[in-house]
């Protein structure tokens, strides 16, 4: 109720007291039955006056309160035009990421992993030292995969579009451990995908992320794991999808298996996947065609390659599942656990011969309760060197054993810690091991 209308009932109410109060007065001014009769008349008639008054003015609060009940709300009561005037109308745009602080316990037996490298940061199975003296344990601490990301989801002729950007800030030290820590932007995904089809840069084709385990290291069972962010152009029907990927060469050097890459390839790695899914989980299988290659000055030296991966994730019941990964062929060097064992080996002549190898996971998942929950799982990776070509000093084998706890006091936040063995050998035979606690806190936003 506004003003006018308090101040109009206001003096409605005054002028009814008014007129109950002026016979009292005239009664003691004229007694006479004619002039009583006279006044209580004229009294009767302001009063009726008043009271139309009154009940015009309640219809019309009536009747202005249902206009306003009715009416729309406004489209936006705070912002006027668009986040973004350059976007597509009616975009959606989205924001999140995670904070993570990792901290890690980390003793070889065989020399000390370099101060600064990835497998510093995380579990990298290449890194474990072999040939070295025991070494004491190391403290590690960092934010460096705490992450953020954009999206802008809208819908153009028919067909949804999305565009997405992810980072993390595993970008290289721009600082230093004793004072800044500082570190730089590292893109993951930049892509834009609309109807069937996407372009840019996210995760391979031949990868199932879906199968990871719930792991507080970065990947958890690496060793087993096709792992592959690059560029791409995929299209996906259905339950298939077909992409054609940014290729690129490791290869073992002729003698002593020194690894070096090659970006003479003039044909892009080929992806085609399958994928069923249901209420109790989901199996994929995908498979992989590459061309290896490297050119010098006076040869050119090319290998096909092809592989395949099974995977998927079965549902055991609500607080139990399995998860796996089984990957296989030839040319797997750079999909698999983080460039473990190269693409190809390089013979005397400078020709190519790709190299065969197996790897997998598996993983069991168990949920005690809404706030706690485990994880166990092994991981497993092995190449069949032609040590004629490589020496022995390349890898034969690496294999892991992980098992961790998670604690959440509330949704989003995760309170962990992951008990980590690792062990890589040689074609000598020689053997490095290690073993890692690895704590975190992540909070997701």
Known sequence: MNRSKQTKRSALALAILLAIAAPTHALAQDASPQTLEARIAQLEQMVQVLKSELDAQKAADADAAAKLAAAPPPANPIQATTVMPAAAPGTKFSFGGFIKLDAMLTNTDSG??????????????STIPVGGADEGTDLDMHAQFS?????????????????????????????????TNTYGVTIRHAYVSWGNWLAGQ?????????ALPDAIDFVGPTEGTIFVRDAQVRYTRGPWSVSLENPETTVAAFG?????????????????????????GHFTVAGLARQLKFETPTSSESESAFAVSVSGKWNLGASD????????????GRYLAFGLGP?????????????????????????????WRSNVFYSV?????????????????????????IYSPFPKLD????????????ESGATGEMNRLHMHVKYNF
């Open 202 to 210: 996210t995760w391979s084709n031949f990868q199932d992320v879906a």
């Open 112 to 125: 000390e992993i370099a101060d600064g490298s990835t497998g510093r940061l995380f579990y990298v199975p």
């Open 321 to 332: 599942d399995i998860r796996y990964m089984l990957s296989g062929g030839n040319g797997l």
């Open 415 to 426: 309170v962990g810690a992951e008990l980590i063995f690792g062990e890589r050998e040689l």
């Open 256 to 280: 002593t298996g020194a690894r070096f890459n090659s970006d003479d390839n003039n044909v892009p790695d080929v992806t085609l996947r399958y994928l069923h899914k249901g209420d109790w």
């Open 147 to 179: 992450r953020l990301w954009f999206g802008a989801d809208s819908e153009i002729a028919g067909r949804k579009v999305k565009a997405y950007l992810e980072m993390d800030l595993f970008g290289g030290a721009l600082g230093n451990e004793i004072s």
């Open 343 to 371: 693409d190809a080996m390089q013979a005397s002549d400078g020709s190519l011969e790709a190299l065969d190898a197996t790897a997998g996971f598996v993983a069991w998942r168990h949920v005690f309760s809404p706030q």
């Open 381 to 405: 990776a092995r190449f069949d060197n032609d040590t004629a070509l490589t020496g022995l000093g390349v890898t034969e084998s690496a294999q892991s054993i992980h098992a961790n706890l």
